[in-house]
């Protein structure tokens, strides 16, 4: 199981939000490169990028900041956030970014992620509210369950589904296991877990399943509930 730190940027800032909410900024570093380096200093293999003034925008709004990101490691990166066009994805490709997450377009536009996904390195990002998935940088909730639009992407190609449970993203109040290995189940896909995620016991809750490829770690290391050069040890042990 990989362990995947998270960047999130707003305004070309590291932020977190709570349950998604652009109001609810806090704002941890004014150089998230730096975050980067420290990072892959730690141990991690992989980067969770997410632009989120281009989840609401639906283009790229935080490129020179992406750009700083890439240059300043040598981590694996996946990035997200209002990547709405195969334009865009060869954009961040081209910059070196090695997979790119779709969301809202997933649920409008499922035969252009397939298609996607057989050119490209492709992750479909999976947001649910009470088991439905959110679009949009989570503004809408839609009407289709996140285990069904986990079953349309069987099979088509997608290297991973990262599946956050909004109501828990930012709050440290648990990752949702439960609905990560359902999410897996439904898909056969890797699945990669967020939201909620707070301490050691997570990591090693999804571990435990066997059906979870990694998980997403954001605000438990910002605010310090969870070490994660012990957490990249437990990895490397089990």
């Known amino acids: 199981m990989e362990i995947l730190p998270a960047i999130d ?3 070309g800032k590291a932020v977190r939000l709570t349950k998604g909410l652009m109001e609810s900024a806090k ?16 141990g991690s293999k992989w980067l969770h990028l997410v632009d989120l003034n281009g989840a609401f925008a639906g283009e790229p709004k935080n490129l020179e900041q992406i750009e700083k990101i890439r240059s300043s490691c040598n981590l694996k990166m996946e990035l997200g956030g209002g ?14 970014i090695d997979r ?13 992620v397939k298609e996607m996904a ?31 639009l986990a ?18 993203d930012g709050t440290l109040s648990g990752v949702n296991v439960e609905f990560t290995v359902s ?16 301490d050691m016991g997570d990591i090693e809750a999804l571990q435990e399943t066997g059906k ?12 310090g509930t969870i070490d994660l050069k012990e957490a990249f040890n437990l990895i490397k042990e089990r």
């Open 100 to 112: 790119i997450i779709l969301g809202s377009v997933a649920v409008k536009r499922p035969d252009f």
């Open 83 to 96: 990547v709405r066009d195969e334009e865009t994805i060869k954009r961040y490709l081209d910059l070196g």
């Open 151 to 168: 079953k349309a992407f069987a099979e088509c190609g997608v290297e991973a589904i990262i599946c956050t449970d909004v109501g828990r």
């Open 212 to 223: 979870v490829a990694g998980v997403i770690v954001g605000k438990a290391f910002y605010e």
């Open 9 to 11: 940027l707003k305004d």
């Open 183 to 198: 999410i897996a189940e439904a898909s056969g896909v890797d699945t990669i877990a967020s939201g909620g995620v707070r």
């Open 118 to 148: 057989s050119k490209y390195p492709i992750a479909v990002g999976i947001d649910a509210i009470d088991g439905y998935v959110a679009v949009e940088g989570w503004a809408e909730v839609s009407q289709m369950r996140a285990t069904d």
């Open 27 to 42: 704002v941890y570093s004014d150089e998230p490169w730096q975050l980067a380096k420290r990072f892959e200093e730690m």
